[in-house]
T-cell receptor, first 112, second 111 residues
Framework: DTAVSQTPKYLVTQMGNDKSIKCEQN?????MYWYKQDSKKFLKIMFS???????INETVPNRFSPKSPDKAHLNLHINSLELGDSAVYFC???????????FGPGTRLTVT | GENVEQHPSTLSVQEGDSAVIKCTYS??????FPWYKQELGKGPQLIID?????GEKKDQRIAVTLNKTAKHFSLHITETQPEDSAVYFC??????????FGPGTSLSVIP
């Protein structure tokens, strides 16, 4: 069973479009995260939710909007996509905030 | 602000040799130091972690050492194998509700 799953795995879209990435964890964890990994492999946290409540909101353009319908799901919606949004986006979860994190397989977003 | 540095950025070793990756952190309040391994096309996976009340921790061929005075910690992999080839990330925290990741080390083990 996949602990943290993301869909889609690949996403190719044009500038200006709006897209969503979905994440689900079946570990019973309270905290979920979104990370962006750029071409140099640097992992940068974007958002974190604890029990459906936003607890981390890093300096991210407001075109990015996370939504957590329940503590097992954390989705990421991106409006008006730009070339610089191209990256791999990872979802992760942990039992408690700041603890051991379990990462999903990533979604490679390519904006053309 | 919080910062985690990691060296080297790339590392090549012969199979069977040891590999060492070093990290430094800026906030002396840090007390949790995990290491993640990211294989090609996959998400990072925790391989070992250490907390500030422990100076060294070992799990088979991997070990982590921590020097709180100097604010640095290291990952040691002995008897390297080709399947150890990956990108390794150190991290430090927690800072509020997050950990800060280092920039990563790409390890290549040459058969």
């Amino acid at each position: 069973d996949t602990a943290v799953s993301q869909t889609p795995k690949y996403l190719v879209t044009q500038m200006g479009n709006d897209k969503s990435i979905k994440c689900e964890q079946n570990l019973g964890h309270d905290t979920m995260y979104w990370y962006k990994q750029d071409s140099k492999k640097f992992l940068k946290i974007m958002f974190s939710y604890n029990n459906k409540e936003l607890i981390i909101n890093e300096t991210v353009p407001n075109r990015f909007s996370p939504k957590s319908p329940d503590k097992a799901h954390l989705n990421l919606h991106i409006n008006s996509l730009e070339l610089g949004d191209s990256a791999v986006y990872f979802c992760a979860s942990s039992q408690t905030s700041g603890g051991e994190q379990y990462f999903g397989p990533g979604t490679r977003l390519t904006v053309t | 602000g919080e910062n985690v540095e990691q060296h080297p950025s790339t590392l090549s070793v012969q199979e069977g040799d040891s590999a060492v990756i070093k990290c430094t952190y800026s906030d002396s309040a840090s007390n949790y130091f995990p290491w993640y391994k990211q294989e090609l096309g996959k998400g990072p996976q925790l391989i070992i972690d250490i907390r500030s009340n422990v100076g060294e921790k070992k799990d088979q061929r991997i070990a982590v050492t921590l020097n709180k005075t100097a604010k640095h910690f290291s990952l040691h992999i002995t008897e390297t194998q080709p399947e150890d080839s990956a990108v390794y990330f150190c991290a430090a925290g927690p800072y509020g509700d997050k950990v800060i990741f280092g920039p990563g080390t790409s390890l290549s083990v040459i058969p």
